[in-house]
């Protein structure tokens, strides 16, 4: 089985605080993605990755970074954490197979971020 | 840019009866994928069923079958006896395979579904 494993399900920062947010895959996915999980809102897209050190954003990317030096590895970084980050994260990986149906997303447990 | 529209913020059904959680899509492309997201309660999401935009039969997975009109832009799901189990959050999702963002997927708000001892 797929295994998306995500470093802490429950995390409280500091306004300010620099935080990483880290995720990693077992099944050598190409792709990595960066979701945030708000009620009413549904998943948006921050960031994804399709190979080790290249990057894209994706809807929402402001105040955020990431990083991918391993091609199982994709952190997410809040440069300086703000009140209006309190947010699910969640992240997904998924192999690159140009046409192919099997090009599902699998998913973390999710990361619930609390900025006090 | 594709939008993905789920319409019933919340939905509840009785354990065993049958409920179709709706899906409706906008889009310019031909060639898309479309998908279901089950997000139990503190748990991960997994995929529920998958269609592809080019075939024209209806996707099912055991109990959960789809309802896909592409010229409607509408993708419904049908669970069929109803579990306590399927209690959930669902998602559906679109997914390009074309030009800019594609293979990313565009999430509705989701449907929230309880099911009823």
């Known amino acids: 089985d797929v295994k998306v494993t995500q470093s802490s399900r429950y995390l409280v920062k500091r306004t300010g605080e620099k935080v990483f947010l880290e995720c990693v895959q077992d099944?050598?996915?190409?792709?990595m993605f960066w979701y945030r999980q708000d009620p009413g809102l549904g998943l948006r897209l921050i960031y994804f990755?399709?190979?080790?050190?290249?990057?894209e954003k994706g809807d929402i990317p402001e105040g955020y970074s990431v990083s991918r030096e391993k091609k199982e590895r994709f952190s997410l970084i809040l440069e300086s954490a703000s009140t209006n980050q309190t947010s699910m994260y969640l992240c997904?990986?998924?192999?690159?197979?140009?046409?192919?149906?099997?090009?599902?997303?699998?998913f973390g447990p999710g990361t619930r971020l609390t900025v006090l | 840019a594709q939008t993905v529209t789920q319409s019933q913020p919340e939905m509840s059904v009785q354990e065993a009866e049958t409920v179709t959680l709706s899906c409706t899509y906008d889009?310019?492309?031909?060639?898309?994928?479309l998908f279901w997201y089950k997000q139990p309660p503190s748990r991960q999401m997994i995929l529920v069923i998958r269609?592809?935009?080019?075939?024209?039969q209806n996707a099912t997975e055991n109990r959960f079958s789809v309802n896909f009109q592409k010229a409607a832009k509408s993708f419904s799901l049908k669970i069929s006896d109803s579990q306590l189990g399927d209690t959930a959050m669902y998602f559906c999702?679109?997914?390009?395979?074309?030009?800019?963002?594609?293979?990313?997927?565009?999430f509705g708000k989701g449907t929230k579904l309880s099911v009823i001892p």
């Open positions: 997904a990986s998924s192999f690159w197979l140009a046409g192919a149906s099997y090009n599902e997303q699998f």
């Open positions: 099944m050598d996915h190409e792709n």
């Open positions: 990755s399709y190979d080790v050190k290249m990057k």
């Open positions: 889009t310019s492309e031909n060639n898309y994928y």
């Open positions: 269609q592809e935009a080019y075939k024209q």
């Open positions: 999702a679109f997914m390009k395979l074309q030009g800019a963002g594609s293979y990313q997927l565009t």
